[in-house]
């Protein structure tokens, strides 16, 4: 199916609605890409669900650059602890030993991102596919939920 250039643009309302989607959703333990596909579906913007499911997409650049604004916001926000623990990984490389919680969470944060990353470079091709489709991204969303329900009912009885 050919998509008319009119067809195939997101209009500013629409980028607004899902820009501040992504900034609401960015901060809690929820998928905020999740949403971000969901919600054109439940709106009926039909021009973005068609623009979601085409192979070569320019929404995945739209996406992207939502969650990069969400970072770079954050960056701003959190500047001072950024810098105090990027000063605290640099300590460490030149001391060769971690002494401070900051110093250990700067390498936590280094060996969390390594596994994520290489699976992102070798699953991406197959997750983009997947989870651009509302129903997939859905059931992911319930999964999380039922996951995070879970957690925290046993960090509750941990704590009786």
Request: proline share 4%; charged share 10%.
């Amino acid at each position: 199916m050919l998509i008319t250039a009119a067809q195939s643009l997101i209009t500013y309302g629409q980028a607004i609605v899902l820009g501040v989607l992504q900034g609401v959703t960015e901060l809690f333990p929820i998928s905020s890409l999740g949403h971000t596909v969901i919600f054109p579906n439940l709106f009926g913007w039909h021009n973005i669900v068609t623009w979601q499911s085409q192979p070569e997409s320019p929404w995945l650049a739209f996406v992207v650059m939502l969650h990069v604004g969400s970072a770079v916001g954050l960056l701003i926000y959190f500047w001072r602890t950024w810098l105090e623990v990027s000063g605290a990984f640099f300590a460490t490389l030149r001391k060769r030993r971690v002494e401070t919680s900051t110093e250990r969470l700067a390498w936590l944060i280094i060996v969390a991102t390594i596994p994520v990353g290489i699976l992102g470079l070798l699953l991406e091709h197959t997750v983009r596919v997947a989870l651009a489709k509302p129903l997939a991204a859905s059931c992911f969303l319930v999964v999380n939920g039922v996951i995070l329900l879970a957690a925290e009912r046993v960090r509750r009885r941990a704590e009786v």
